[in-house]
């Protein structure tokens, strides 16, 4: 099985080669765990999980080393727990427990090593060492900075020169630098805010940037140079270019990771997802509360909503993509659920995963094998090895699919207003508004069943809840 990944460092879709074959090694940015993760977040944990399973199907699970970190030293953990009068460590751990939890919940599996910064400060130290004495970064004002001109390069990542990026520059520049881009490596830590005896002869003690946590993190788990990289669009600048630069300028490597892929960004309801405009979805909520839709979604129906949309794309995350995703797995659960999964995932939807990750590709295929499942019961094993291979069905039942319905309130008259209207289309041979109002009723969780009165030959429609 041949994979392709679309390569933000060289703007193509590529041939993915690995490094070797026998260990095959993907760095994700995780989180920083200071709040609950928002919906955006749960993006690139469900894409990489994605990626990772795609990995280890091609080159045994054994070969495979997946990183995602966990950013547990930070200005913004240190103002939250100040804020919330609570210690550091109690906030990351609190909110690291509950980032898992969200995330088991969306079917992602473990990464092979979750490291967490605090426990590489002297990775970072070293760095800052290697850096200094190769003469790329700087000591200035109790500071390690990262000396931007000394890099020929820099700026591939993000496709963007020097004098681009210094003249787009708008923020005020720290008198004790010596280029306007130059960035923390390392920085003085006040009494109260978390700190570690300095690197480079500084004296005191200080606190890392957040660049050169994932540069230590990465070349600790992973080495000098391996074969993927991935986070959020957002993160290819400052954050990824950085970490290149550091990387690559300590260990003297031409790449930090060969391919570098990031996921679009997702924003509610057609507007940015912001705390003020009240649009600020955690995953969390989605799970837990009737916030989203006035409904609560299971892990399983965020996910299949999420990986709808290619993964490059931005997304517009709204209820109505969470009610048709529900409603199409209302379907898989009425067909597989019990259904012992047998054989390899599905060939075609393998070839659309391999190719870029189609994701909605290999979701229209598993529409097409669950027509046929509906109809073949020996079509079913395969189909619940592919969602399962997916992360898509862990065998959930209408019930676990649905625990929001309580709160909907569902009225029996205009469901058989819209079953008789779904008839009378059905006899105009209208099978598209046909269909198009059974997927109205699926949303509302009501499933139809279709049989033949054996008297007449009529077809009678009955329906129940989803439970
Ligand atoms: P952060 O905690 O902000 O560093 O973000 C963690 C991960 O979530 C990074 O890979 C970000 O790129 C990603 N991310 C943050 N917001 C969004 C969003 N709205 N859409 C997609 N990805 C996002
Ligand atoms: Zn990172």
């Not at 749960?42 to 990995?55: E, G, M, Q, S, W």
């Not at 900075?145 to 708008?170: Q, T």
């Not at 004790?176 to 960035?183: E, T, V």
């Not at 299971?298 to 529900?326: C, F, K, S």
Request: charged share 25%.
């Amino acid at each position: 099985m041949s994979l392709t990944f679309y390569n933000t460092l060289t703007r193509k879709k590529e041939a993915f080669e690995p490094i070797d074959p026998r260990n095959v090694r993907m760095y994700v940015c995780g989180p920083t765990v200071y709040d609950y993760a928002h919906i955006g977040n749960a993006r690139p944990v469900i894409v990489f999980d994605v990626v990772y399973r795609l990995l280890c199907h091609a080159y045994g699970a054994d070969h495979v080393t997946y990183v995602r970190n966990i950013t547990d030293v930070d200005d913004k953990i240190n103002a939250r727990a100040a804020e919330e009068g609570s210690s550091i460590r109690e906030l990351t751990e609190r909110t690291a427990k509950q980032f898992h939890a969200d995330i088991a919940a969306l079917g992602v599996l473990p990464p092979t090593v979750e490291p967490r910064a605090t426990e590489h400060i002297d990775e970072m130290k070293a760095l800052c060492e290697q850096l200094v004495a190769k003469g790329h970064a700087y000591v200035a004002d109790g500071h390690v900075l990262f000396d931007v001109a000394s890099m020929a390069d820099y700026g591939r990542l993000s496709n963007r020169s020097l004098e681009e990026m210094e003249a787009g520059a708008r923020v005020e520049v720290a008198p004790y630098k010596k280029g306007p881009m130059d960035f923390v490596l390392w920085k003085p830590s006040k009494q109260a805010e978390p700190g570690w005896p300095s690197p480079c002869g500084i004296e005191g003690d200080g606190r890392p940037g957040w660049h050169i946590e994932c540069s230590a993190m990465a070349g600790k788990h992973l080495g000098q140079v391996f074969d993927i990289h991935g986070g959020g669009i957002d993160l290819t600048f400052p954050h990824h270019e950085n970490e290149i630069a550091q990387s690559r300028c300590a260990h003297g490597t031409d790449l930090m990771a060969r391919v570098w892929m990031h996921n679009g960004f997702l924003q509610v309801e057609g507007e940015k997802m912001s705390k003020s405009l009240g649009n600020f979805i955690t995953i969390h909520d989605l799970l837990d509360t009737k916030d989203f839709g006035n409904s609560q979604w299971n892990g399983r129906v965020v996910r299949w909503a999420m990986l709808a949309t290619h993964y490059r794309q931005p997304i517009d995350w709204t209820v109505e993509r969470l009610q048709q995703a529900r409603a199409t797995m209302f379907e898989v659960a009425d067909v597989l659920h019990g259904v012992e999964p047998s054989g390899e995932p599905n060939g075609e939807v393998l070839a659309a995963l391999s190719d870029d990750l189609n994701t909605p590709s290999a979701l229209s295929i598993v529409h097409g094998l669950l027509k046929s499942a509906k109809r073949n019961s020996e079509k079913r094993p395969e189909l619940k090895a592919t969602l399962q291979f997916m992360g898509l069905y862990g065998d959930e039942t209408l019930e676990d699919l649905d625990p929001g319905r309580e709160v909907r309130d569902i009225d029996a008259g205009a469901v058989e207003v819209l079953i008789a209207a779904r008839l009378e289309a059905r006899k105009g041979k209208n099978w598209s508004e046909a269909d198009r109002i059974r997927d109205e009723l699926a949303a509302l969780g009501v499933v139809l069943k279709d049989t033949k009165d054996p008297a007449s030959g009529d077809i009678v429609t009955t329906w129940e809840l989803a439970r």
